[in-house]
């Protein structure tokens, strides 16, 4: 473990700054994840989503439980960084406004949304595809997807669906494509907190770890079974 990454179950969690990451991924592509501890605490159990992890290029420390764990039991010093945060920095880098940028949504109406919203932040090159739902470890193998990748020739692709399957889709996406120097963000629901679907959080209540605390008040049925499964990472820790 060093100051810089810090390996966990063989995952390198990368304990840099916004911008670093950023360069990082730009420069270098591969793919980037950000795991909840609501599914950190599953890699046990799931070795496709563990694989995912692990072969990626940076994971960076989006859960708030999981640094806090780290720094109380393994004494390291943490730089939190969330997808949101993460997302923010993405959204006023003027060099990345002129990159070729791929979305995948979940859904035809979080498709529009999200591209509207590229377009109004002045993006000048986007193209949405909406995902199938991947409910089979096969259907990550997207040819269509695969299709749309080698005719837009994207610079960034930016997943935005659900967690434990976006990894496993960016993994695949970076097995098959040739060029490994696209940049692939595993960064789910990360633009619905700027587009205004999901709760809104600020710099402030995701530097004191509360964004699951906004979420929380928001929809408390949908979220209280992933406050209850964070609880569990613990399990790693004694």
Not at 28 to 42: I, N, T
Request: net charge positive; proline share 3%.
């Amino acid at each position: 473990m060093s100051n810089n990454i810090i390996s966990f179950k063989d995952i390198k969690f990368y304990n840099l700054s916004p911008k670093k990451i950023l360069d990082k991924m730009t420069d270098e592509g591969g793919y980037l994840v950000a795991p909840a501890a609501s599914s950190l605490q599953k890699i046990d159990n799931n070795r496709h989503y563990h694989a995912a992890l692990k072969d990626s290029t940076v994971a960076i420390l989006d859960s708030g439980f999981f640094c806090i764990l780290l720094r109380i039991f393994n004494k390291v010093k943490i730089k939190k960084l969330s997808g949101f945060l993460l997302m923010k920095n993405f959204l006023s880098r003027t060099s990345i406004k002129k990159k070729r940028i791929l979305l995948v949504n979940p859904n035809a109406n979080d498709s529009k949304i999200n591209y509207r919203f590229f377009k109004k932040k002045k993006f000048l090159n986007i193209y949405s595809y909406i995902a199938p739902q991947y409910n089979a470890p096969h259907l990550f193998n997207d040819h269509k997807l695969f299709k749309v990748i080698k005719n837009f020739k994207p610079d960034i692709i930016l997943i935005n669906i659900g967690g434990e399957k976006q990894e496993l889709l960016a993994r695949c996406i970076h097995k098959n494509i040739q060029n490994k120097k696209i940049s692939i963000f595993c960064l789910g629901a990360a633009i619905s907190f700027f587009t205004g679907a999901q709760a809104k959080v600020t710099v402030l209540t995701d530097k004191f770890y509360l964004g699951w605390l906004v979420r929380w008040i928001r929809e408390p049925y949908k979220y209280w079974p992933r406050v209850f499964n964070s609880l569990k990472l613990m399990k790693f820790f004694f």
